[in-house]
């Protein structure tokens, strides 16, 4: 019986994909087995031929085809002057940021909203102090800022439960100022996502406060002065 055109180009399509899958298969068993907690998000094949790119919710790790090597850096493109990983990384940041609920981030923005940032921080750190009084002037510019909780202190520390008495004032915008100018308020709880945001700030590689990300899931060098990160925005 003879094969129509069509049916043998799409059976050497479907012959050609097959080691792509099976890699990918191989390198996913290979992982699950040495690391059995680690939850893997995509695998696909990076722009070198023979290493597969893994993408660990925000992280980014390379394996070799069959599984056996695991690589960790950045791959940069040095003819295109791009730093491949850090444009992976950026984009899973970006689905993560805008995943969260309205509801859970306290905002401070402008009439005319040009650019938004998102924004780890602790209310008592001193650069989290100085970013917040110079909230006019962000505003001034067009940039929106939605705050994120991340108290260092670490979940059950003093900080930690200021922080939750601010997601669980009535009047969130004015509980912040109060917080971040050294107030103390009252005890107060209810359902509230401070442990959920320093979680994830940790997963999306804050390391200290203020944790600043475009909405576009760039990364910028922590507190930056108005007309600074304005420019830091612009550039990413």
Same mark, same amino acid.
């Given at each position: 019986?003879?094969?129509?055109?069509?049916?043998?180009?799409?059976?050497?399509?479907?012959?050609?994909?097959?080691?792509?899958?099976?890699?990918?298969?191989?390198?996913?068993?290979?992982?699950?087995?040495?690391? %059995? $907690? #680690?939850?893997?998000?995509?695998?696909?094949?990076?722009? !070198?031929?023979?290493?597969?790119? @893994?993408? *660990?919710? %925000? $992280? #980014?790790?390379?394996?070799?085809?069959?599984?056996?090597? !695991?690589?960790?850096?950045?791959? @940069?493109? *040095?003819?295109?002057?791009?730093?491949?990983?850090?444009?992976?990384?950026?984009?899973?940041?970006?689905?993560?940021?805008?995943?969260?609920?309205?509801?859970?981030?306290?905002?401070?923005?402008?009439?005319?909203?040009?650019?938004?940032?998102?924004?780890?921080?602790?209310?008592?750190?001193?650069?989290?102090?100085?970013?917040?009084?110079?909230?006019?002037?962000?505003?001034?510019?067009?940039?929106?800022?939605?705050?994120?909780?991340?108290?260092?202190?670490?979940?059950?520390?003093?900080?930690?439960?200021?922080?939750?008495?601010?997601?669980?004032?009535?009047?969130?915008?004015?509980?912040?100022?109060?917080?971040?100018?050294?107030?103390?308020?009252?005890?107060?709880?209810?359902?509230?996502?401070?442990?959920?945001?320093?979680?994830?700030?940790?997963?999306?590689?804050?390391?200290?406060?203020?944790?600043?990300?475009?909405?576009?899931?760039?990364?910028?060098?922590?507190?930056?002065?108005?007309?600074?990160?304005?420019?830091?925005?612009?550039?990413?």
């Amino acid at each position: 019986m003879r094969l129509s055109l069509s049916v043998v180009f799409f059976l050497c399509l479907q012959t050609i994909a097959l080691p792509a899958v099976a890699s990918e298969d191989v390198i996913r068993a290979s992982i699950n087995k040495t690391f %059995p $907690d #680690l939850d893997i998000t995509r695998i696909k094949k990076s722009q !070198i031929n023979g290493l597969y790119e @893994i993408l *660990l919710g %925000p $992280d #980014l790790i390379y394996a070799s085809a069959d599984g056996r090597y !695991i690589l960790q850096g950045d791959l @940069i493109d *040095l003819e295109q002057r791009r730093n491949l990983s850090e444009e992976q990384r950026a984009h899973a940041r970006k689905n993560l940021l805008g995943d969260i609920s309205a509801d859970d981030y306290i905002e401070f923005a402008p009439a005319q909203r040009k650019h938004t940032v998102y924004v780890f921080t602790d209310i008592d750190c001193g650069f989290c102090k100085r970013l917040h009084r110079d909230m006019p002037e962000l505003n001034k510019r067009g940039i929106a800022v939605r705050y994120l909780a991340f108290p260092r202190a670490g979940i059950g520390s003093q900080t930690y439960r200021q922080m939750e008495a601010v997601w669980c004032a009535e009047n969130r915008h004015k509980a912040m100022n109060e917080a971040i100018q050294g107030m103390r308020l009252g005890k107060k709880t209810c359902k509230n996502p401070v442990a959920s945001q320093f979680a994830l700030g940790q997963d999306i590689g804050v390391r200290g406060t203020p944790g600043i990300f475009t909405a576009q899931g760039r990364s910028l060098p922590g507190y930056l002065p108005p007309d600074k990160l304005l420019r830091a925005i612009k550039t990413q």
